[in-house]
């Protein structure tokens, strides 16, 4: 967070040096050994929530990383993360209520598309509803953009997952079969209709436009409060953005560190 607290943060970040540059992939390396990454791994994925944020230091580090981003409805994502209970954090403050939470979403997804439109990185985007449709498909794009060859081994990731140590609120997901959570949502309507008005341009961007579905279900309920969490994962060396998809990462077999 050095280079975003400073209001010179920014610049600060495009300015330094070789030597600086160096010296904090070093201390990323020399953290990742301490999750037991080996320093000739092939492909490294680093799973740590909220990394939108870290983008731009991202972009100055490793500038080769690869990018992949897990689309999924905005609604569905709230949903998801109200209903886990994840470990108290600073930035926990921020889902202490679902307008709050909207708000931080808002905010992540502007964040990202600000800084993906200035970063050369390469970027692969994948939609949560295509995976759980067709997840051969989905993951055979996904192998062939990372020079990966794809295995039928990747349709069984709970069995990768079971032979780690996973602790995120994701372990239940991941360690089970593939199901698809997409439209939880729509039983909500009532009461995401207070933050609709915030997630309606993400909605609309995504290509998930169901004004007309949410007006007819708002009459049947009325809004009330709620409060909860949302998560942003993302992960670097590939650098991973994903919205409450977990199984496909754990299929993938690779290094990782999970926060």
Not at 45 to 63: N, S
Not at 87 to 107: C, G, N, Q
Not at 148 to 153: H, Y
Not at 171 to 196: D, H, K, S
Request: net charge neutral; proline share 5%; aromatic share 10%.
């Amino acid at each position: 967070m050095h280079f975003y607290l400073p209001l010179d943060g920014p610049v600060a970040l495009a300015e330094i040096d070789a030597a600086t540059a160096d010296a904090l992939r070093a201390a990323y390396w020399h953290r990742g050994a301490e999750f037991g990454v080996a320093s000739d791994v092939r492909l490294f994925v680093d799973m740590d929530p909220l990394k939108i944020m870290d983008l731009p230091l991202i972009a100055r580090l490793f500038p080769a990383a690869t990018i992949i981003i897990m689309r999924r409805d905005p609604c569905d994502v709230i949903l998801s993360c109200f209903r886990q209970n994840f470990a108290a954090s600073p930035i926990v403050f921020e889902f202490t209520s679902l307008a709050r939470a909207a708000r931080h979403y808002d905010a992540l997804m502007r964040l990202q598309r600000h800084s993906l439109a200035r970063m050369a990185n390469p970027v692969f985007e994948l939609r949560y509803e295509e995976l759980v449709a067709d997840v051969d498909c989905v993951t055979q794009r996904l192998c062939t953009a990372l020079g990966l060859e794809w295995s039928e081994a990747l349709r069984d990731f709970s069995t990768t997952a079971r032979q780690r140590n996973v602790s995120t609120a994701s372990v239940g997901q991941v360690r089970g079969r593939l199901y698809n959570g997409g439209g939880q949502w729509q039983r909500f309507a009532g009461q995401l209709a207070p933050v609709l008005p915030v997630l309606q341009p993400w909605i609309d961007a995504f290509g998930y436009d169901y004004r007309r579905r949410v007006s007819s279900r708002i009459a049947l309920s009325s809004p009330s409060s709620d409060s909860g969490y949302i998560r942003s994962t993302i992960s670097v060396l590939i650098i991973w953005i994903d919205w409450l998809c977990p199984q496909l990462f754990s299929g993938i077999g690779l290094s990782h560190t999970e926060a």
